[in-house]
């Protein structure tokens, strides 16, 4: 949709707020979720599956209120960041009267060859262990129920901070035995090949 005139009203905002105009969707993706809460507020809480709750607190961790909880999730892929933005910066604008944001994270990923893994912002590899054959994704990333759910999966959320001024001081091997492997390769400790299996005597 171009710019224009949203209605007959001079004063309104324009239809659409314009920083896509002249982009390709570059891949777009947009996908909805509903947390536990929202099935509460729609008097939904027998439909909630067993699995369905909050993440326990795991040690050391300092969760903000501002950045937890809310009843709907959207998130949007794109290989152009502006894109991504964009699509999501207008589903707001136009339900912020009956949904409200909450709280919002962008993110990217490394761009490469797609058949590699990629590399993190701490300069090691990041998902050598994310499933790829269609078996390990029935196993761990569709849902097994059989009821509203089917074909859905659920999605986890933990904001973290990568103190990288510090990280940037610190030794090749200590940052090695920080995620137990070797920087360059992505293989275990011990092992010469990212996909190796992990011998944990050696963490």
């Known amino acids: 949709e171009l710019v224009k005139k949203d209605g007959q009203n001079a004063l309104f905002p324009p239809s659409d707020t314009g920083e896509k105009v002249g982009l390709n ?13 929202f099935l509460k507020r729609m ?7 067993r699995l369905f ?10 969760l903000r209120e501002k950045y ?3 009843d709907i999730v959207i998130h949007a892929c794109a290989d152009d960041e502006q894109i991504a933005f964009h699509a999501i910066r ?8 009956a949904v409200p944001l909450r709280w919002s994270q962008s993110g990217f990923a490394a761009i490469g060859d797609r058949m590699e893994t990629p590399w993190n912002l701490f300069g090691f590899k990041d998902g050598t262990a994310n499933p ?17 759910m089917e074909n859905g999966s659920y999605m986890a959320v933990r904001r973290i901070q990568m103190f990288l001024e ?38």
Not at 25 to 37: K, M, N
Not at 54 to 61: A, I
């Open 25 to 37: 969707p570059h891949r777009l993706t947009l996908t909805f979720g509903v947390s536990a809460s």
């Open 43 to 49: 008097n939904l809480e027998n439909k909630r599956p």
């Open 53 to 62: 709750r909050d993440l326990p607190l795991f040690p050391k961790e300092q």
């Open 68 to 70: 937890t909880g809310g």
């Open 90 to 97: 207008n589903l707001i604008r136009k339900g912020r009267n």
């Open 132 to 148: 790829t054959k269609e078996q390990d994704f029935d196993r761990v990333i569709w849902a097994d129920s059989k009821d509203w």
């Open 166 to 203: 510090t990280w940037d001081r610190t030794s090749l091997e200590e940052q090695e035995n920080t995620f137990g492997r070797y920087k360059e390769s992505g293989a275990p400790f011990g092992k010469k090949n990212e996909f190796d299996e992990v011998d944990l005597s050696l963490l």
